[in-house]
């Protein structure tokens, strides 16, 4: 019993350590990445309210969403 509540965004290459991260709180949420190109409407800041979230962290071990998001990845230029 922490008190604490996790939101993880994450991609596809974060699920090996979920659960050793989701071991030290009480609750553990997960989005990836990916999913907020299918529901753009999707606000965090309700998810967060909503669970009574206390700690939010960025799991992001590949950079290709992040320059997706930003229209600027490399892999776009096929």
Partial sequence: NTGRNLLI?????????????????????IRYVDNNFEMPEYKYEDLISEYG????????????????????????LY
């Avoid at 965004?9 to 949420?29: K, M, Q, R, V």
């Avoid at 960025?58 to 990845?73: E, K, N």
């Fill in 53 to 76: 979230i206390t700690d939010v962290l960025l799991l992001q071990i590949s950079s290709r969403v992040y320059c997706d998001y930003f229209d600027d990845s490399l892999l776009n």
């Fill in 9 to 29: 965004i994450g991609d596809s290459y974060s699920p090996p350590l979920l659960e050793a991260l989701a071991s030290h709180f009480d609750n553990t949420y």
